[in-house]
């Protein structure tokens, strides 16, 4: 059974930095997509980053020069580093497994509380 447990979050200051870890178990990571989202409040979970399985990128331009999404394959870990972190990224993240350029996966992390705030 596939499982995906995050880590990182935290309350942080505006134009600070914070860095997501997402850990897989259960599947054969390598192979698949991987992306992080985020929920705000009253809002629609949104795609913020995905790496392939080549290791091709994409962003949302929201968060386009500020976060950079990576991977280890040994670890099973995909990465979300956050920075010059604005109060609107404020959200819970969470890392999805098999994501597609247009929709999710099926499995997903529990969350992980990402709060700007000065």
């Known amino acids: 059974q596939v499982r995906l447990v995050e880590s990182g979050g935290g309350l942080v200051q505006p134009g600070g930095s914070l860095r997501l870890s997402c850990v897989a178990s259960g599947t054969i990571f390598s192979i698949y997509a991987m992306g992080w989202y985020r929920q705000a409040p009253g809002k629609q979970r949104e795609l913020v980053a995905r790496?392939?399985?080549?290791?091709?990128?994409n962003y949302a331009d929201s968060v386009k020069g500020r976060f950079t999404i990576s991977r280890d394959n040994a670890k099973k870990t995909v990465y979300l580093q956050m920075n010059s972190l604005k109060p609107e990224d404020t959200a819970v993240y969470y890392c999805?497994?098999?994501?597609?350029?247009?929709?999710?996966?099926?499995?997903w992390g529990q969350g992980t509380q990402v709060t700007v705030s000065s």
């Open positions: 790496i392939n399985s080549g290791r091709n990128t």
């Open positions: 999805n497994l098999g994501t597609a350029a247009t929709k999710p996966g099926d499995s």
